[in-house]
């Protein structure tokens, strides 16, 4: 079964509305969560680090303050995308685990079409 | 600098073997990994090899490492139709940080 869930699966939305993505870890804790960004036909982009407690770590050329990130607790990290415009529609997905060697799982993606 | 490589499509008949070959620059890479997308959907890990092995199998599908060339490869065994999908190298620097992908091989599996 999943060990990351993600949701929602499919958001669409007009240009200027927040959406927010959930990552949970269903049988393990996370202190270290991944999100992707993926453009059709293209591979996985690292967009931001989410470390449980403290501030996410972004990629060169991720806006802070467009694609927010909050990981609150051991078990869930948030992605809200601010003010989505049409150039934000991608699909998004998280990742979790790779401690203790083990393999990381990934989440199902959110894809985000912004009219 | 990281990057990994893969070849974009593959095509094989359905009952065939199909191998797709990934390299990779980062010697110091832990872990290596093969996920499957199919259309629309999320990534499925497949299998994953620690940089000390060299080789892993698990039902149909067997992985090779070559530590030295930096090579990496995805073998499956009597390829099915729904084996369709595209198939992603990903490797691991360090325990607990991001992966790196390739950009996917398109396997086309025909009846």
């Known amino acids: 079964g999943a060990v990351v869930s993600q949701h929602p699966s499919r958001v669409i939305c007009k240009s200027g509305t927040s959406v927010k993505i959930e990552c949970r870890s269903l049988d393990f804790q996370a202190t270290t969560m991944f999100w992707y960004r993926q453009f059709p036909k293209q591979s996985l982009m690292l967009m931001a680090t989410?470390?449980?407690?403290?501030?996410?770590?972004?990629e060169q050329g991720v806006e802070k303050d467009k694609f927010l990130i909050n990981h609150a607790s051991l078990t869930l990290s948030t992605l809200t995308v601010t003010s989505a415009h049409p150039e934000d529609s991608s699909f998004y997905i998280c990742s979790a685990g790779g401690q203790s060697n083990q393999p990381q799982h990934f989440g199902d993606g959110t894809r985000l079409s912004i009219l | 600098g990281e990057d990994v490589e893969q070849s974009l499509f593959l095509s094989v008949r359905e009952g065939d073997s199909s191998v797709i070959n990934c390299t990779y620059t980062d010697s110091s890479s832990t872990y290596l990994y093969w996920y499957k997308q199919e259309p629309g959907a999320g990534l499925q890990l497949l299998t994953y090899i620690f940089s000390n092995m060299d080789m892993k199998q698990d039902q149909r599908l067997t992985v090779l490492l070559n530590k030295k060339d930096k090579h990496l490869s995805l073998r499956i065994a009597d390829t099915q139709t729904g084996d369709s999908a595209i198939y992603f190298c990903?490797?691991?620097?360090?325990?607990?940080?991001?992966?790196?992908f390739g950009k996917g091989t398109t396997l086309s599996v025909s009846s």
């Open positions: 989410s470390n449980e407690g403290s501030k996410a770590t972004y």
């Open positions: 990903a490797e691991s620097i360090k325990t607990g940080t991001a992966l790196i």
